[in-house]
């Protein structure tokens, strides 16, 4: 029977046929229907055939195929990465068994799609884990465990003779015994026990065995790292440009524990200005292969967590002699540039110098110095300093740089690991300081360095492509359906995507479209392809600023040194080809970093939810699918599911042109940034799930 299916689709490679024409054509009776569909139904879960929604069946070899690696949500579809072009979406139901990093090859599916083009699993190529950690359930007295970013339908079931020893919300790491057959469980085996979801203290634990993040180091690491001392920076010194008498201060969070970039500004007579930009000189003691080195390199960037952090180096360097504490001597690499009266530059420096930090300030220190709150004996510098970022940040806006306010969850805790109280991140004067004075000097650097007058020398940028215009197209027709623009934009330049939020500036779904248009943005990246960056309007940028924390920022340190002539701690990588596979593991590296971050979020704003059972808040509804929506929270950034079923109404369609579900017969709909109160109905912390319901629309 399959072999006469898949003969006829064969010969009718690109037609579309319901299952009463396909028996109606190969004359199919009714005594062999129901071997017929489970034939269709075989051919189906194989990827011979495949089923288009509301278009019937057709044959897989007829369609295009793409390759590349699967990425899911939390909400359960996923979307097939593709390196040149547009990722592809794929619904929970065309996964075909596969689970979040696998390789597949997906079958592009013919579709008016209005989130862009969709396709369905057709083969798993392989896999891209072997190992899972997640979290232990029971159901039926069978254990199971629950996996992020989602947890395949038909379940990962828990087998061997250590499930006797388990316990709910125990938090294990497991080994894949069997990937199971289509629709039955994939089957895997204890290896260790990490922790329990039921003591929130071990939530940074759990989320770093997930990710595969160490926060200690080995041996060999940590005993180079604490041969560094005081007396290795006092001997350097004669060899460094001396910068100690200028007033160069650090603006932190006031939680931070290592400070590797510093600012000075002077006022010169001729009514120009010089800014200097000072970072910690990581290069100068994490020398190429050495351990250090190494270690840096594979951890790629350090991660940070509410209640502690995996660092990329060390603490007695990336707290101790690289940091540029208050009142000691510290090694630097210095940009001193000379700015006009319209902050244009006019020439700048580099020095491989040593500093002094003057002060240690908080944001919200520089921040009541120049409201004019607290008095400080450098409030005429801070207060200048101020005017040169108004006036870069002014330059960047005309020119059509992007700025995205999205708020971040801010975790307050007493004793125990869940959050008591839950706010939103605040954006300060004083951080747009210190932004402003980084971005220059990143600008300067990436304009700069890497050309010698002949050629352009290998170098790591900091690149952001501009957004497939399909994507552009699909968020401005969005904004057009909930009347918040009426016309598009003349052209997708990042001055008119720029316009387009300033519209949207006093609209009560500012945070929400914000946030879909940073979804719209690809994502920045580092390559040695200079291809500009879109989101900041610059033609030109590295990042340098960060090299206690970020491994390219060493490796651009580096790099600096050899091109302007300094050999000690310069890098050795002179072609093009090595830099670059540096510098897309680092992107993977941060990407992976990222994932950890708002899996740690996730997880404590659910904490924080389970104890608010029964409760009610406003929200917004921040994403609509066909089996319901989800709201986020006011304030505290909570995002929790309301299912169609437990609604109030008639029958709900879901309609993908402006994102909705609306009742058949009522016509009451819900709709992406339509306010709501919501009752918190029931949290399930394993699962990293919320359930709510509605109070009032």
């Known amino acids: 029977m399959k072999d006469k299916i898949v003969k006829y689709f064969r010969e009718h490679p690109h037609s579309y046929y319901n299952k009463r024409e396909i028996q109606r054509h190969l004359k199919i009776g009714k005594k062999r229907q129901a071997e017929f569909r489970r034939a269709l139904r075989n051919l189906v879960q194989e990827g011979k055939i495949v089923s288009v929604k509301k278009r019937g069946y057709c044959w897989s070899g007829g369609l295009k195929k793409l390759r590349g690696t699967l990425e899911l949500t939390q909400r359960g579809f996923g979307f097939l990465l593709i390196e040149d072009g547009d990722d592809i979406f794929i619904n929970m139901r065309d996964l075909g068994g596969a689970v979040n990093g696998d390789t597949v090859e997906v079958t592009l599916l013919p579709s008016d799609y209005s989130r862009g083009p969709r396709g369905k699993v057709n083969r798993i190529v392989k896999r891209g884990t072997e190992r899972f950690v997640g979290t232990v359930y029971f159901q039926k007295r069978e254990a199971y465990l629950s996996i992020e970013p989602v947890t395949p339908l038909r379940g990962i079931r828990i087998v061997g003779t250590e499930v006797k020893k388990l316990r709910e919300g125990d938090a294990i790491l497991s080994k894949v015994r069997d990937w199971g057959r289509g629709r039955g469980s994939i089957h895997v085996e204890v290896e260790e026990v990490i922790g329990s979801t039921q003591n929130p203290q071990d939530d940074m634990k759990i989320v770093c065995s997930a990710f595969d993040l160490d926060p200690t180091f080995p041996k060999a690491v940590q005993s180079e790292a604490e041969k560094f001392t005081e007396e290795d920076i006092a001997s350097e010194i004669r060899n460094r440009k001396d910068l100690r008498d200028l007033d160069c201060f650090t603006i932190d969070p006031k939680e931070a524990k290592d400070f590797d970039d510093a600012i ?49 180096l060390p603490q007695n360097l990336s707290a101790g002699v690289c940091s540029l504490l208050p009142d000691k001597d510290r090694l630097a690499s210095s940009l001193i540039m000379t700015l006009d009266t319209n902050c244009k530059v006019l020439n700048w ?18 921040q009541a110095i120049v409201d004019g709150k607290t008095k400080s004996p450098h409030f005429k510098t801070l207060f200048a300093m101020r005017k040169v970022a108004q006036r870069l940040q002014k330059l960047r806006e005309e020119a059509g740089s992007i700025d995205f306010d999205i708020p971040e969850p801010i975790f307050f805790f007493r004793d125990g690991g869940i959050p008591h109280e839950i706010r939103h991140s605040e954006r300060l004067e004083s951080h747009r300081l210190v932004e402003e004075f980084m971005l220059l000097a990143n600008r300067v650097i990436a304009e700069n360095v890497p ?16 957004p497939p215009r399909e994507d552009m197209e699909r968020f401005v027709d969005l904004l057009r359906r909930l009347n918040l623009i009426k016309s598009r934009p003349k052209s997708l330049s990042s001055s008119e995507f720029r316009k387009i939020l300033s519209m949207v500036e006093d609209s009560p779904y500012r945070a929400l479209i914000e946030n879909i248009a940073l979804r719209t943005m690809t994502k920045a990246i580092y390559s040695t392809d200079n291809r500009g960056h879109y989101g900041l309007a610059f033609e030109h940028y ?6 206690i924390r970020r491994y390219p920022d060493l490796v651009v340190h580096r790099l600096i040194k050899q091109y302007l002539g300094s050999k000690k701690g310069s890098q050795q990588l002179q072609k093009k080809k090595p830099l670059n596979k540096l510098a897309k593991s680092n992107t993977e590296s941060e990407i992976l970093a990222q994932k950890a971050e708002r899996d740690y979020i996730r997880l404590k704003q659910i904490r924080w939810l389970a104890e608010r059972v029964g409760e009610t808040f406003d929200g917004i509804i921040s994403g609509v699918i066909g089996r319901g929506f989800f709201v986020e929270l006011k304030d505290t950034l909570v995002e929790g599911f309301v299912d169609a079923d437990s609604l109030e ?23 992406m940034g339509d306010e709501v109160t919501i009752l918190v109905k029931d949290v399930a912390i394993e699962k990293r799930q919320s359930n709510f319901k509605i109070i009032v629309k």
């Open 349 to 366: 420096k580099f020095h491989s110098s040593v500093i002094k930090n003057k002060k240690r300030f908080t944001y919200r220190d520089v």
């Open 542 to 547: 590295t990042h340098f600023t960060s090299p």
């Open 451 to 466: 050309y010698d007058g002949s050629q352009n020398r290998p170098f790591i940028y900091r690149i952001h492509d501009k």
């Open 649 to 671: 109404s008639d029958n709900l369609y879901f309609n993908e042109q402006d994102f909705s579900l609306t009742g058949k017969q009522s016509g009451e709909r819900y709709r």
């Open 264 to 312: 000075s500004l002077k006022k010169n007579k001729d009514g120009t200005t010089t800014v200097g930009v000072h970072i910690a000189d990581v290069s100068h003691f994490v020398q190429p292969g050495s351990a250090l080195d190494q270690e840096a390199r594979y951890r790629g960037t350090s991660v940070y967590f509410a209640e502690g952090v995996v660092h990329m």
